[in-house]
């Protein structure tokens, strides 16, 4: 694991020059997530002037976008169960009571795209998910970047969470670990440095952050530039708590020199 590590004289209170070798991801800043979306982050749409004020300092080749989107039928999507409801944590203990209820056939929702193997070994990966409500979902313009951005704008777009067997907070793998080609692209381009804003601070933002160490990059978070779904509550503390464990630094956009 790497840390992040700053220019000569540099502290994290300083101006940031931005370099050579530095990129911008700007992560799932899709109508879907904005207010009146089919996810909301409160206060999400706060974030794209942000943004916006913060690509000039980045070449358009360095910019990265992501989009979230799912296909109707997706293992995270709470319509894709019968009788559960939106917000709800799947467990072990969930879908064998579920099972003990209504029977194998009759946990699943008619258009579910995966099936109770397929929950069972993804659950077996990852111990529990949330249930979210109808997002992203793949042909709506809720997945598709916010008006006021611009493919045109960025010089790679990466799609991310199609695969109706595995969700996919990050944007370097899956929620199983299913790489997607993202840090190949970076290194390939000769980049060292990511800096992150969009949606959300607390799953999307910071869980590519903590995988982009991994990856091998230095990661900085601009804090003013994400928002935060804190749910359940809590989990903007604990993506803190992984950011100090895990190098990421968390910096403000005043500090970029533009």
């Known amino acids: 694991m790497s840390s992040l590590s700053w220019g000569e004289g540099e502290t994290m209170t300083d101006s940031i020059i931005i370099q050579p070798d530095d990129a ?7 109508p879907t997530f ?9 206060r999400g749409d706060e974030v794209v002037p942000v943004i916006k004020r ?13 989009k979230e989107r799912h296909p109707s039928g997706h293992i995270a999507l ?8 939106p917000m709800t944590m799947m467990t072990h203990e969930l879908m064998f009571r579920r099972v003990y209820e209504v029977g194998v056939e009759g946990v699943l929702a008619p258009h579910a795209k995966f099936t109770m193997r397929d929950l069972r070994k993804y659950l077996e990966a990852v111990g529990a998910f949330m249930l979210w409500t109808d997002h992203g979902i793949a042909g709506t313009d809720d997945a598709e970047l916010y008006p006021d951005l ?3 704008e960025f010089g790679y777009v990466l799609i ?12 370097f793998r899956g929620d199983t670990g299913t790489p997607t080609e993202l840090a190949d692209v970076l290194h390939d381009w000769g980049i060292k440095r990511l800096f992150f804003t969009g949606l959300a601070f607390d799953y999307c933002v910071g869980w590519t952050a903590v995988f982009a160490v991994d990856e ?11 928002r935060s779904v804190d749910l359940p509550a809590g989990s903007d503390a604990d993506m803190r708590k992984r ?4 190098g990421v630094q968390i910096i403000t956009s005043e500090q970029l020199v533009i």
């Open 216 to 226: 091998g990059f230095q990661a900085v978070v601009i804090e003013d530039a994400t």
């Open 160 to 171: 991310k969470g199609q695969d109706p067997r595995e969700h996919a907070f990050s944007a």
């Open 243 to 246: 950011f100090v464990s895990n």
């Open 78 to 85: 709470a319509s894709s169960y019968r009788d559960i409801a």
């Open 24 to 30: 911008l991801l700007v992560i799932d800043v899709l």
């Open 150 to 152: 611009h493919e045109a």
């Open 54 to 66: 913060i690509l000039p300092a980045f070449e358009r080749k360095r910019r990265i976008a992501t």
């Open 34 to 42: 904005m207010p009146g979306g089919g996810l909301p982050v409160p």
